[in-house]
């Protein structure tokens, strides 16, 4: 079982490095962008061994995924699925009644594993991201 450790702003530099190999070029976020989403008030995430992480925020009841990226060498080993679940129970606890996220509607890897902890599709937005694709917007509820 991996360790999962509650991410710090001296995690920037390393969350920035599993985000660039886990994203195309055109959805990387450097150093300073992790540094300042990790600075907004209700921000937390989990690291895995500087093999995955993810990132989520709560807003009174609601909460919501912001990233989530495991190292290609390291996906189907049920890290991403570690690192949700605890996220969910972070939530939960923090008094959020539903997470919501956003995903590339061509991303199969990732809607195959939000639709094992049971999100449902509630929105899309047109051409969100930057090669075109559309953003389905998932929701589970937490209560
Ligand atoms: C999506 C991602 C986070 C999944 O991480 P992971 O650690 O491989 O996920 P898990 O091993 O926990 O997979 C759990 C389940 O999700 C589904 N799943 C994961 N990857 C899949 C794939 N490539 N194709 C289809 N289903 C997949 C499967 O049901 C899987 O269970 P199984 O391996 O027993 O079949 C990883 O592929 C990744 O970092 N991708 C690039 C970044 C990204 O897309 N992030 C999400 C943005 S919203």
Redesign the pocket.
């Known amino acids: 079982m991996t360790i999962l450790t509650q991410i710090a702003p001296a995690h920037a530099q390393v969350l920035a490095a599993i985000h660039a190999v886990?994203?195309p070029p055109d959805e990387r976020w450097d150093a300073a962008a992790m540094a300042e989403l990790l600075a907004m008030p209700g921000t937390f995430g989990l690291i895995a061994d500087a093999e995955?992480f993810i990132l989520a925020r709560v807003a009174a009841d609601e909460a919501e995924?912001l990233?989530?990226?495991?190292l290609p060498a390291?996906?189907?080993?049920?890290?991403?699925?570690?690192l949700l679940a605890a996220t969910l129970r972070i939530a939960k606890a923090a008094g959020a009644a539903a997470m919501l996220?956003?995903?590339?509607e061509p991303?199969?890897?990732?809607r195959?594993?939000y639709a094992?902890f049971g999100f449902g599709e509630v929105g899309r937005r047109r051409r969100y991201y930057a090669d075109g694709s559309d953003a389905l917007v998932l929701r589970l509820d937490l209560s």
Do not use: D, K, P
């Open positions: 886990a994203f995955g995924i990233t989530l990226a495991v390291r996906t189907r080993q049920g890290l991403a699925s570690q996220l956003e995903v590339a991303n199969l890897a990732a195959g594993l094992v």
